[in-house]
Each structure stands twice: as C-alpha cells, then as structure tokens.
Nanobody, 126 residues
Framework: QVQLVESGGGLVQAEGSLRLSCAASGRTFSRHAMAWFRQAPGKEREFVAGGYGGSTYYADSVKGRFTISRDNAKNTVYLQMNSLKPEDTAVYYC?????????????????????WGQGTQVTVSS
C-alpha cells in the first residue's frame, strides 16, 4: 500500500513558478513509478509528467517548463512548474504504480495507476 499526500498548490500570476510536493508512505516507494496528472473543470484528467529511475516523460504542453524529480530517501516526488500559464490551472494529482512493462507502455493513462493523492489546486491568473 502507498498513500500519497500532495502539497504546494496555490494562486500564482502568469509566468510565475510553483513547486508541488507529493509525500508517500510505505517502504516500497523506490519501486514505484510516479506521475503527476491534472484535471481542469469540465475536462478529463490528463498526464503531465512521470518517471522512474533516470527516465522522465512529459506532456507536450509542459515540456521545457515543468520538471519532475524524486527523492527516494524522503519518499517524495516533486513537480517544479515554471513559466506558468492560465491554461495550467487545474487540480494536480500525484499517482503511483509499481514499475514494470505495463507502466512503461501506458504511463500516460490514468487507469494504469492504482494509488492517488487527494489533489492540490493550482490557479494561474493572467
């Protein structure tokens, strides 16, 4: 079992930055691939960034602006968000799934992940 708790959301002006954190419980954190998704009102949940080991993956809409990283010693994954845009406004969710071929093939799909945080709101004003 892995429990995830996000923090770091808030209100920021366009072109500003925020860093989201996701603290995980459990002794098997290092064996899990981690990802960030987001969901805006009236829209489906969408993949933002994910990674395991030295490999990271990003949605085209955030490439060059967002960075996912993790600290296995602290059981924490981060999402550094720079040059924020109003269209980045959404609830951001942290997700975890044991690393394996299924995750590697389908990491952009929300239904791959068995563990989710409660979400944190990010609002970007213009």
């Amino acid at each position: 079992q892995v429990q995830l708790v996000e923090s770091g959301g808030g209100l920021v002006q366009a072109e500003g930055s925020l860093r989201l954190s996701c603290a995980a419980s459990g002794r098997t954190f290092s064996r899990h691939a981690m990802a960030w998704f987001r969901q805006a009102p009236g829209k489906e949940r969408e993949f933002v960034a994910g990674g395991y080991g030295g490999s990271t993956y990003y949605a085209d809409s955030v490439k060059g602006r967002f960075t996912i990283s993790r600290d296995n010693a602290k059981n924490t994954v981060y999402l550094q968000m720079n040059s924020l845009k109003p269209e980045d406004t959404a609830v951001y969710y942290c997700a975890a799934e044991p690393y394996g071929n299924t995750w590697l093939a389908r990491y952009k799909r929300a239904d791959v992940y068995r563990y989710w945080g409660q979400g944190t709101q990010v609002t970007v004003s213009s």
